[in-house]
């Protein structure tokens, strides 16, 4: 494509020198939204690989719990002892359903 401009006075030089000056503004605020955008997604990238990790180290500290409390169960103890572990059971259940819950919506 070829663009062929005739200059034909001192205003048409004068407006061709408002157009590149207002094309050199566009430029450069585009460049700088375009910085922003990247700015923004490095760190929601940052945050959900933060959140990815925090999640998988509560799903390894849940099961190690969970093998724990049944190695108590299958141990057999006092009816005392055991009413503790079952209790201790279900509150970590409740508390997975909870942080799955988090982790769905996000927070």
């Known amino acids: 494509m070829d663009i062929h401009i005739y200059l034909h006075g001192t205003q048409d ?22 910085a922003t955008v990247t700015e923004s997604l490095d760190r929601a990238e940052a945050a959900a690989k933060a959140n990815t990790d925090a999640e998988d180290s ?17 141990a057999g103890t006092d009816p005392a002892t055991a009413a503790r572990i079952e209790a201790l059971a279900a509150a970590l259940e409740g508390r997975k359903n909870v942080l799955a819950a988090a982790a769905v919506a996000n927070t």
Do not use: Y
């Open 13 to 34: 030089q004068a407006l061709l020198r408002d157009m590149n000056a207002k094309l050199g503004l566009i430029l450069q605020n585009q460049e700088t939204i375009m």
């Open 58 to 74: 509560i799903i390894i500290v849940l099961s190690a719990l969970r093998a724990d409390i049944a190695a108590l169960k299958a």
